[in-house]
């Protein structure tokens, strides 16, 4: 193509034709080309644009929601992080992290993460989902709930990788352990606790509120409280509460509730008002206890403070208080009061004879018959055991007192009917003392009857005595005597003696009965009838027994050393050590102690002991015979022994009463009765004793009656150990006795 002058010239030759289309095609396709390279650029960055809008509307989501993404690789078991650099910008790049499984998490949660891997895959869950430890960068373990399913998978469908997304929990499951732990701590409270609304309905309750008030769960969520309302109180009450918490935010009372039931109970409750954040409230707590059984408890416990439970009598403390209180009336009124202490008489060997439920029906019966006899408008109180006092108001004379003495003691010659129609005849001693004529004040005027008292026992029992001064001389000096006998076995004022037995048919020395001997540094010589009944009284019988058993055994043992193997030793037992529940065991203690054969140690009971009881009696007898001990009846003849129990008891030994002895030849009855027993002993294979021999006619009786041993001042008094030791060494079976130089009992 040529172009001059301004005029295109277009030109003809085919070659040239040829050329000018190439040209344009190409002109063309560049210019295609372009635009599509134009368009792919505009896709790119719009693709890119694209990508960097998911990337940060994820970051976005993921600084949000403080999760953080991952995938794991099934085939090599890398685990991908990816989450928002910083926490606080939610601006900063994306981070990915690449670790082995067992670099992240922890060691104890490794095999439950591969399990719950496998059973994902194996198609048994439908969600990969766990809660486990992983490490954080500042080199501890955060709790972490993961959750993922399959992103990846081969040609054969097997997945090939998991993804998703794990969030912190260490503090929601805190939370949630301490929510746990609350939940726990009410359903396992005794206590009820209840979560009212503002308008006093139900929200929640624990399984100790519905023990309690007898309802289900679905019976009082929702409802108002005042379900629980008692008929004891009217609604004004129950709306007087409710208005005390709303405006202070708490009340705390006792009230009455109803349960379910119908039944009313006693309840305190505790509540208070739960606030949010704001300050605004939410919701009222109150916690409930039933204290009906406590309140009862309570009562009942004010009536054993001031009443004796077995006789429904006032006891010390009432009566104290009623006594105060007539004292105040008679000073006021210019009036007397009398007190009348009453003990019955013997009461302790009949419980002891009898059993102790007996002996509690003898009581109550007592107290009734006394109640009866003063009339209701005098105080009648048991004071203790089978102590009782009256309390007589409004009297002119002392005389008037000793009449209603008299009358209580007549009273009494009537026998006690006990519950179960059984008959028994007891009598009162009394003891009176008078305001204002012996004392101004209660504890005086107790202490001054309970004196006359002791003093209407000395003079025989079954009267009455009123108190006068020169009382307290006796009273004082047995003061005396049984405090210090609380202290003989510290100051080793204790002793024994010990009086021989010679079997008359050998002519030898078979033994020996142990006696307690006292010698008070402050009160001299004090005779055994007079210490042993305080010592029973007291019980310092048990210690000072065994004291004696151990001293008597020892004593033995040490003879037994010098050659004397055929010896035996009595010792007396009490009542009370032979009530004591432990007694065989202390027995065969103290033999093993000191290494003593049991068939050396005999122990000696009083009939009216043995006989009281004679069923109960045998059982405990038994125990003794089991270990090989001997036992023998003292003072056989001065009870009321029944030859039928006498037979069943285990005993071996009769010890006949000195009583019997001393007149056996002059009185024609007391021969008799001592021939009797001796014959009737041996026909039950029993041994027999005569305690008490004093003369050569008595020996020379027994010993044609064929009576197996004596003891008495014929044969010795009581000795100290060495002057017995040596006594039985120089027997021998030909000598006679001397004379005894006093005929004292030993």
């Known amino acids: 193509m040529d172009v001059s002058a ?15 289309a190439a040209a344009a095609a190409t002109a063309v396709l560049l210019v295609a080309l372009l635009f599509i390279t134009l368009r792919r650029r505009q896709s790119e960055r719009s693709y890119i644009d694209r990508l ?23 085939g090599n078991g890398n685990i991908h ?11 900063g790049e994306l981070a990915e992290e690449v ?5 992240v998490v922890h060691p104890d949660d490794l095999p439950m993460v591969h399990q719950r891997v496998e059973d994902y895959i194996a198609g048994r869950t439908d969600t990969f989902l766990a ?52 939940s726990e701590v009410l359903r396992s409270m005794n206590e009820a606790v209840a979560v009212i609304d503002r308008n006093f309905d139900f929200v929640s309750v624990n399984p100790a509120f519905l023990r309690m008030t007898g309802y289900d769960e679905e019976d009082v969520v929702g409802r108002n409280s005042n379900i629980l309302d008692s008929l004891q109180h009217d609604a004004a009450f129950y709306h007087h509460i409710r208005e005390q918490i709303r405006r202070k935010g708490r009340w705390n009372g006792e009230i009455w509730q109803r349960r379910k039931d119908g039944e009313e109970f006693l309840c305190q409750i505790e509540s208070s008002t739960v606030y949010d954040k704001n300050g605004q409230l939410i919701l009222y707590v109150a916690v409930l206890n039933d204290i009906t059984q406590q309140k009862r408890a309570e009562q009942e416990l004010r009536y054993l403070a001031n009443f004796d439970t077995l006789t429904n009598l006032p006891n010390r403390s009432l009566l104290s208080e009623r006594l105060s209180r007539a004292i105040v009336r008679a000073h006021r009124e ?34 009734a018959r006394l109640q009866q006899t003063v009339g209701m408008h005098h105080t009648v109180a048991r004071l203790g055991g089978d102590e009782f006092t009256v309390v007589l108001e409004n009297l002119q004379s002392p005389e008037e007192a000793d009449r209603v003495a008299r009358e209580i003691i007549m009273a009494f010659e ?26 101004h004040v209660p504890t005086e005027l107790l202490k001054q009857a309970d004196t006359a008292m002791y003093q209407a026992k000395a003079a025989g029992r079954r009267t009455f005595m009123r108190y006068d001064d020169a009382m307290d001389v ?22 024994l003696v010990f009086q021989p037995q010679l079997a008359l048919a050998e002519g030898r020395i078979t033994g020996v009965e142990a006696l307690l001997r006292w010698h008070s540094d402050e009160h001299g010589e004090i005779p055994p009838a007079d210490f042993i009944p305080m010592a029973e009284e007291s019980g310092l019988i048990l210690e000072i027994g065994e004291w004696v058993l151990r001293e008597a055994c020892l004593t033995l043992q040490r003879w037994r050393q010098h050659g004397l193997t055929d010896l035996t030793v009595s010792v007396n037992v009490s009542v009370l050590q032979l009530l004591r529940g432990d007694f065989p065991e202390v027995v065969s203690r103290v033999l093993a102690d000191i290494d003593l054969p049991p068939s050396a140690l005999e122990l000696e009971l009083t009939e009216s002991v043995l006989m009281a009881n004679a069923e109960h009696t045998a059982a405990k007898l038994q125990a003794f015979r089991e270990l090989g001990v001997s036992l023998a009846i003292d003072d056989f003849g001065t009870g009321y022994s029944s030859l039928a129990y006498l037979k069943r008891l285990p005993i071996t030994t009769i010890k006949i009463d000195k009583a019997f002895i001393g007149d056996l030849t002059h009185d024609p009855e007391d021969a008799a009765i001592t021939s009797t027993v001796i014959t009737m002993a041996h026909s039950l294979g029993l041994n027999v004793v005569a305690e008490g021999v004093e003369t050569e006619a008595q020996v020379r009786f027994l010993r044609g009656q064929q009576c197996d041993e004596v003891q008495g001042f014929w044969l010795s008094q009581p000795l100290d150990a060495h002057a017995c030791l040596a006594f039985i060494r120089n027997w021998r079976p030909a000598q006679e006795p001397a004379p005894a130089r006093s005929l004292a009992a030993p």
């Not at 010239?9 to 040239?16: E, F, I, K």
């Open 6 to 20: 301004g005029v295109l010239r277009v030109p003809t030759n085919p070659g040239d034709l040829q050329l000018l």
């Open 334 to 367: 210019d009036n007397r009061i009398a007190v009348l202490f009453l003990d019955l008489d013997r009461f302790k060997d009949v419980n002891d004879s009898l059993g102790h439920a007996a002996g509690d029906r003898i009581l109550r019966a007592a107290a």
């Open 99 to 103: 670790s082995a499984v067992g670099d």
């Open 131 to 182: 809660e486990l430890r992983v490490a954080d960068a500042s080199g501890g373990w955060v709790w972490m709930r993961a959750r993922g399913r399959a992103v990846a998978r081969d040609p054969q469908g097997h997945i090939r990788r998991i993804a998703g997304t794990a969030l912190n929990i260490t503090g929601t499951r805190a939370a949630e352990r301490e929510l746990r732990i609350s």
């Open 474 to 495: 006796v009273v004082r000096q047995r003061a005396t005597i049984s405090g210090a006998l609380r202290k003989v076995l510290d100051r080793g004022e204790l002793r």
């Open 52 to 74: 960097r809008d998911g990337e940060e509307r994820l970051k976005l989501a993921l600084w949000a929601t403080g999760e953080r993404y991952w995938a794991y690789d099934v």
């Open 81 to 91: 992080r990816l989450a928002a650099e910083s926490r606080e910008d939610p601006s």
């Open 414 to 439: 009537a026998p006690l009917l006990l519950d179960d129609r059984r008959e028994i005849a007891i009598s009162p001693s009394i003891g009176i003392s008078l305001y204002p004529d012996h004392a």
